[in-house]
């Protein structure tokens, strides 16, 4: 049995709770359980940790976190850093191991700007809407495979949040996803407030306009506590983008969950050293996308997303419209596009 299928084996669905066009079903452990490791806000919040850029030039698809606690750190996949020469997220969950300088792999979520904002990043309370995350995790693990790098593809992160950005009607001086956010702030808040996290939750299973879009999955129910906003926003941006003029009662119910999370026990898994402590397995599926960080004999966080004809199809364009699109984004700043690709280069 793979650490992926023990870790899902174990777990049990909670009742579902709703709210618009997005259901999110709690996945229970036995008993509640405490981390032995930080979260990146917590260490930030104490002084304990510091991201960077990595030299005073900067490197787009790499930052420096030095670690000063005597704990490890957990940085979840996908989660943002503001700040700095441009904001990033994190291009697929880490542990760092305690008092450790560790280059890290990011990718950009603001396109049109290369200069000092800060000198240190700052955690947010989001992560990158899931829909982009789906398609990182995708090409992460490509990457993965390839080469032995965790590369995403910037082009295409770029292409999927200006498109989110277009369906949305949001303007960015920096086209930054962070003024997605700030934008639909009351929205997104309206959405984290309906839901609850329960004492023995370690994880969910998001559903948006009954179709199952992923699981989040962690090791232990305070660590899910303390990072379940982060998704529940990631979801919602979605969420509200897809939202029907007209609602309809759509769920998915227990038996096409336990389905999905089925197939994902069973998808093959390509194993990793991981950066820092542990290893990262990335699902090798057709049909699902994501991957998990294995350390210390358990899982300690897993994100798994479904990558069917119906996921996530509002809001999609063809191939030819996102080269159009890319090939726009490249041309809006070509002074920061060359900047980033010297960057990448140093």
């Given at each position: 049995?793979?650490?992926?299928?023990?870790?899902?084996?174990?777990?049990?669905?909670?009742?579902?709770?709703?709210?618009?066009?997005?259901?999110?079903?709690?996945?229970?452990?036995?008993?509640?359980?405490?981390?032995?490791?930080?979260?990146?806000?917590?260490?930030?919040?104490?002084?304990?940790?510091v991201?960077?850029?990595?030299?005073?030039?900067?490197?787009?698809?790499?930052?420096?976190?030095?670690?000063?606690?005597?704990?490890?750190?957990?940085?979840?996949?996908?989660?943002?850093?503001?700040?700095?020469?441009?904001?990033?997220?994190?291009?697929?969950s880490?542990?760092?191991?305690?008092?450790?300088?560790?280059?890290?792999?990011?990718?950009?979520v603001?396109?049109?700007?290369?200069?000092?904002?800060?000198?240190?990043?700052?955690?947010?309370?989001?992560?990158?809407?899931?829909?982009?995350?789906?398609?990182?995790?995708?090409?992460?693990?490509?990457?993965?495979?390839?080469?032995?790098?965790?590369?995403?593809?910037?082009?295409?992160?770029?292409?999927?949040?200006?498109?989110?950005?277009?369906?949305?009607?949001?303007?960015?001086?920096?086209?930054?996803?962070?003024?997605a956010?700030?934008?639909?702030?009351?929205?997104?808040?309206e959405?984290?407030?309906?839901?609850?996290?329960?004492?023995?939750?370690?994880?969910?299973?998001?559903?948006?306009?009954?179709?199952?879009?992923?699981?989040?999955?962690?090791d232990?129910s305070?660590?899910?506590?303390?990072?379940?906003?982060?998704?529940?926003?990631?979801y919602?941006?979605?969420?509200?983008?897809?939202?029907?003029?007209?609602?309809?009662?759509?769920?998915?119910?227990?038996?096409?969950?336990?389905?999905?999370?089925?197939?994902?026990?069973?998808?093959?898994?390509?194993?990793?050293?991981?950066?820092?402590?542990?290893?990262?397995?990335?699902?090798?599926?057709?049909?699902?996308?994501?991957?998990?960080?294995?350390?210390?004999?358990?899982?300690?966080?897993?994100?798994?997303?479904s990558?069917?004809?119906?996921?996530?199809?509002?809001?999609?364009?063809?191939?030819?419209?996102?080269?159009?699109?890319?090939?726009?984004?490249?041309?809006?700043?070509?002074?920061f596009?060359?900047?980033?690709?010297?960057?990448?280069?140093?």
């Amino acid at each position: 049995m793979t650490a992926i299928n023990q870790a899902l084996q174990a777990v049990s669905l909670g009742e579902v709770q709703n709210f618009a066009n997005l259901d999110i079903t709690p996945l229970l452990a036995p008993t509640p359980g405490t981390a032995d490791y930080l979260t990146l806000v917590e260490a930030q919040e104490r002084g304990l940790a510091v991201v960077t850029e990595v030299s005073e030039s900067g490197s787009v698809p790499t930052l420096l976190l030095e670690n000063n606690a005597d704990q490890a750190l957990f940085l979840l996949d996908g989660e943002e850093l503001v700040g700095a020469k441009q904001n990033r997220i994190l291009n697929l969950s880490l542990l760092v191991p305690a008092n450790t300088k560790l280059e890290i792999p990011v990718s950009c979520v603001e396109q049109g700007r290369w200069s000092h904002r800060s000198r240190e990043f700052a955690s947010t309370e989001r992560a990158l809407f899931s829909r982009g995350r789906a398609r990182k995790a995708e090409r992460v693990s490509e990457s993965l495979r390839e080469s032995g790098c965790r590369n995403a593809d910037q082009g295409e992160v770029w292409d999927d949040i200006g498109e989110k950005m277009a369906n949305m009607a949001v303007d960015s001086s920096t086209h930054a996803i962070a003024d997605a956010y700030e934008h639909f702030a009351g929205s997104v808040d309206e959405y984290l407030q309906a839901f609850q996290t329960s004492e023995t939750q370690i994880g969910a299973c998001f559903v948006i306009n009954g179709t199952i879009r992923g699981i989040e999955l962690f090791d232990m129910s305070d660590t899910c506590n303390k990072l379940m906003p982060k998704l529940i926003r990631s979801y919602a941006l979605d969420a509200i983008e897809e939202r029907p003029e007209r609602p309809e009662s759509t769920t998915a119910g227990s038996h096409s969950i336990n389905d999905f999370i089925q197939a994902v026990a069973e998808a093959p898994a390509d194993s990793f050293d991981a950066l820092g402590e542990g290893e990262d397995l990335r699902l090798h599926s057709n049909s699902i996308a994501g991957g998990a960080l294995a350390a210390r004999e358990r899982v300690v966080h897993l994100c798994a997303f479904s990558q069917g004809s119906e996921a996530g199809t509002q809001g999609h364009s063809s191939s030819m419209r996102r080269a159009s699109a890319r090939q726009r984004n490249r041309t809006i700043g070509p002074d920061f596009i060359d900047d980033a690709d010297d960057a990448e280069n140093t």
